[in-house]
């Protein structure tokens, strides 16, 4: 950074994604109907939902010499997410109800991996970064994060190896049969949730996380700005432990020769649920480990941002998700391509990023910069000129930056340095 401190007051990102509902403006006018929507549709490769609520409370970033620089950031994190559900199945076995496009029998279209989970935990990582090399032209630099984590609280359900046969009777229930493969419940808390998300970040960090980089610098030689700059990094390296609440968190393996009516399964709460399933006989109950080790959302980053011309930019940012998407406890980072062309003052920036996502397809949004406030969304031209958005996303936060790294030496201090 060309500057001696940099400061992050406040930064906030929240997006919702999903490869099946649009969620374009008109579309979102119909809350009515909303709900039909999304759980009446059939899709092969199973319905995936993301939301993310990312929040980046007071961080810093030091220059302590020309070379190196030291920091500390906070930050807290939620993630939302479903994985590859089967609509019908889902449907059938949350509300008893088969979907209008459903083919009766229905069997699943293949072995599923489905599951639904809820995440939350704080960071207080540590940040180091040094040039490596630097001349007029090149400059090369690395750098890391080393991060406490703080668990807030884990909720997962999942399916896994599942496959089924969904039918009715002649009375019009629905009945599931020639079912396989295991269900698992997963709650970390106590019943005063409140409570336990304060124990856990009285009782200190319950996990480590890394972030590691390096980027390169091509630059003009008589004015020493960028005209390519490079950069790749691995980011959430690590895991977050839980303690399972062993009252509400079973694992149980699903009978074949067992004829499901899902009637009997729905409760009122996990307590019901889980004893519905228990006096059933649809499953039989297997052991549960009492702590679960949570890998973070481990990602790749690649950036390039090319100085095209004087105040014009354009910045291609790709990420890939590095973990398992078949773990029902693995937590995935968003697959995406990212071209953004900006233009860039000293005090205003104005920026159109352009996505491509395995999810949610192509988005389109805007983005401004204005002194230290900086707003904007990947998705808000999409949501207003496409009906087939699946989108919707904002960030905006407060980042300023204080004094010079590198000052003009006057004459008489390069005269002492000579000397020395």
Known sequence: MPQKIDVHLFGADFNLVNNVVNLSSSEIGKLDSFKERFFNNITPDGLTVRLNFDIVGPSAAVAINKKMTVGLMTRGRILLSMNNIDIATGRALASSETIDNATLPYTTPRINNMS???????????????????????SLSGGACLKGIFPGGYANTYLTNF???????AGGNVRMSNSSGSIGLEYSGSNDPLNSLFSNFIGGPKGVGFDLGGSYQYKDKKTGEYILKLGASIVDIGSINFNLNSQNSRKFELNSSAIIDPNTLQGDDMDQIINNIKTSGIA??????????????????????????????????????????????????????????RVSFKLFEAYLPVSFS?????????????????????????AVLSETNKAIDMHMGFRFALGKRNKEEKPEEKKADRKS
């Open 284 to 341: 039989t109950e297997i052991a549960n480990d009492s702590q679960v080790s949570i890998g973070l959302p481990t990602a790749f980053n690649l950036t390039a941002d090319w100085n095209i011309w004087k105040s014009i930019y354009l910045t291609l940012h790709m990420q890939r998700s590095l973990n398992d998407l078949n773990n029902p406890r693995s937590l995935q980072a968003a697959n995406f391509l990212n071209f953004t062309p």
């Open 358 to 382: 395995d999810i949610q397809g192509t988005t389109v949004g805007i983005g401004l910069k204005l002194g230290p406030m900086y707003i904007g969304t990947n998705s808000l031209l999409s």
């Open 116 to 138: 639904m989970n809820l995440i939350g935990w704080g960071e207080i990582g540590g940040l180091f970064a040094i040039n490596l090399y630097d001349s007029k032209q090149h």
């Open 163 to 169: 496959k089924a046969t969904i039918d009715t009777t």
